[in-house]
C-alpha cells in the first residue's frame, strides 16, 4: 500500500500523551496515528450503517410482517403451553 505524508496541528499536551504511548507500544508516531484514524473511521462506519438500519426499520410492519408476528405469537404460545420452549 502507497503512503502518503501528511502534517496536522494539534494540542501540545495531545502530542505529548500520543508520543508517550507511542513508546510504550513501541511503535512510531507515524503509525499510532494511522492506527487511530482507521479505528476512527470504523467507528463512524458502524455508526452510519446503524443509522441507515434503524432508519430502515423505523416505519411500521406491514400486512405481510402483522401476520408472521402474529402466527411466530401463536406458535410461541403452544410451546410455552406444552413446557416445550
Sequence with gaps: MASVKTAISMDEVLFKE???LARRL?????????????EYIRRHR?????????????DSPDEEDKAFLKAAARS?????EK???
Design 76 to 80: 410461541l404460545a403452544r410451546l410455552t
Design 46 to 58: 458502524t455508526e452510519d450503517l446503524i443509522e441507515r438500519i434503524n432508519a430502515a426499520h423505523q
Design 26 to 38: 513501541q511503535i512510531s508516531r507515524s503509525r499510532l496515528f494511522a492506527q487511530a484514524i482507521a
Design 83 to 85: 413446557g416445550e420452549w
Design 18 to 20: 500520543a508520543d508517550g
